[in-house]
């Protein structure tokens, strides 16, 4: 195993089971435990994760906020997996909202690029993926927040309040069914409640890891989602509520 690669599967770890300890990490990987102390202080010092007593724990809580790069590199095999469950959605001649995030990007880079779809984000980053080939694309405008790379603020609020999509693939930070659809940011949150609205059909894509959790500021309830899309097994009791609410579950296996 890459060094990077040893990397980002200590990240994964740790994020999937809220901690991990050294001794655990080093047996898991099959490396020593002081391989795992020199990565543990790389990743800190990157803020991918934080050292405690023994090993590491995630960065994140309820209001504090992954970066991109935090992001980019967790469960790559179960984003991969819920794009390729998700795109089957698209149909040709469609006008699809793709929000902005890493799950998103995943489908972003599936979706096609005959032309045959018009693309349109909030993200310069989706944006570059979807403009390869033939693809028309889009971007709301407005302000870039550095920590999550989306376009925020007045400027894409007033795109959004001026457009209709018949596609929307939707990222967020938790889902919870009686907590709704929350992410730490206002502004996101904003954006993310328009595209929701302004989306004839809305396709929830995220890991099992953010189920049965909340985050900062609500921007949806779970019965504005058409269709979830999450890796991994759903717990009976969260599949059978979700689908109470109308939200139609699709679960997928990573390779």
Do not use: C, W
Not at 10 to 34: F, P
Not at 174 to 179: K, L, M, S, T
Not at 236 to 250: I, Y
Request: proline share 3%; net charge negative; aromatic share 4%.
């Amino acid at each position: 195993m890459l060094p990077a690669e040893r990397k980002r599967r200590i990240v994964e770890l740790v994020s999937a089971d809220d901690g991990r300890s050294v001794e655990g990490l080093s047996e898991e990987l099959d490396y020593s435990k002081a391989t795992i102390r020199r990565d543990l202080r790389e990743l800190e010092d990157r803020g991918l994760i934080e050292r405690s007593h023994g090993g590491a724990v995630p960065v994140t809580t309820v209001g504090r906020e992954q970066t991109y790069g935090q992001k980019e590199v967790q469960n790559l095999d179960g984003k991969r997996a819920i794009a390729d469950g998700a795109v089957s959605e698209i149909s040709d001649g469609q006008v699809v909202f793709f929000d902005s995030g890493t799950t998103t990007m995943q489908v972003a880079q599936k979706a096609p690029k005959d032309g045959s779809i018009l693309a349109v984000t909030n993200s310069p980053r989706l944006a570059v993926e979807l403009g390869k080939e033939d693809n028309d694309v889009k971007l709301t405008g407005g302000t870039l927040r550095r920590r999550t790379r989306a376009l925020v603020g007045p400027t894409a609020e007033s795109f959004m309040e001026r457009t209709n999509f018949d596609l929307l693939f939707l990222g967020t930070n938790a889902v919870d069914v009686d907590g709704g659809l929350t992410t730490p940011n206002e502004d996101e949150a904003r954006m993310k409640q328009l595209m929701v609205e302004k989306a004839s059909r809305v396709v929830l894509v995220a890991d099992t890891t953010k189920v049965g959790k909340r985050s900062f500021v609500q921007f949806a309830e779970v019965d504005d989602v058409d269709l979830f899309v999450t890796d991994g097994d759903l717990p009976t009791r969260e599949r059978e509520a979700f689908e109470n609410e109308g939200m139609t579950v699709r679960e997928v296996t990573p390779e």
